[in-house]
C-alpha cells in the first residue's frame, strides 16, 4: 500500500488553486467537473500521481465556507531552505502565521503558512540543510 492523496474541502476553488500553485509552487495535475454532483474535483502536487501523494481540492459548487473544527491538524512540506521560502511564499501573498524557527519541544525548525480557506500547512527544514547550517 502507499498512501495516495489528503483531501481538503474548499470554498473558492480558483482562490485556492492560485495559492496551491502560485504561492506554493505545485503543479495542477488533473481537474474534473461533476455536475449531476454539483462538485469539482482538482489535484495538485509537486509530482505525478503515480509517483507521489498529492492533495484533492474539492469544492461543492452550493458551499463557500466550511467550520475546520477540531480534528484537523495540518499538511506538512518538507523545504530546503526554509527562510527563503517563507520570504518567497510571502512575497507572492501567502500568509505565514508562525516564522521559522525550532518547534517548541525540540530542535526541528519549522514555520507555518494559512491557505485561503484557513488550512494550515506546515512547513519542516529538511535535515540536509539543517545539517549543513
Not at 17 to 22: A, D, N, P, S
Not at 45 to 60: F, I, K, R
Not at 94 to 100: A, I, Q, Y
Amino acid at each position: 500500500m502507499r498512501m495516495l492523496h489528503t483531501m481538503l474541502r474548499v470554498g473558492d476553488l480558483d482562490r485556492s488553486l492560485r495559492f496551491y500553485t502560485e504561492v506554493l509552487g505545485m503543479q495542477l495535475l488533473r481537474r474534473k467537473d461533476y455536475p449531476s454532483g454539483r462538485f469539482t474535483l482538482a489535484f495538485v502536487g509537486y509530482g505525478e500521481e503515480s509517483d507521489t501523494t498529492v492533495l484533492e481540492l474539492t469544492h461543492n459548487w452550493d458551499q463557500d465556507h466550511y467550520e475546520l473544527g477540531k480534528g484537523y491538524g495540518h499538511i506538512a512540506l518538507g523545504v530546503e531552505d526554509i527562510q527563503s521560502t517563507c520570504l518567497a511564499i510571502s512575497k507572492r501573498g501567502g500568509r505565514v502565521v508562525r516564522e521559522p524557527g525550532p518547534m517548541q519541544h525540540g530542535s526541528t525548525v519549522i514555520a507555518f503558512v494559512e491557505d485561503p480557506d484557513g488550512y494550515k500547512v506546515e512547513l519542516i527544514q529538511l535535515a540536509s540543510r539543517e545539517a549543513a547550517s
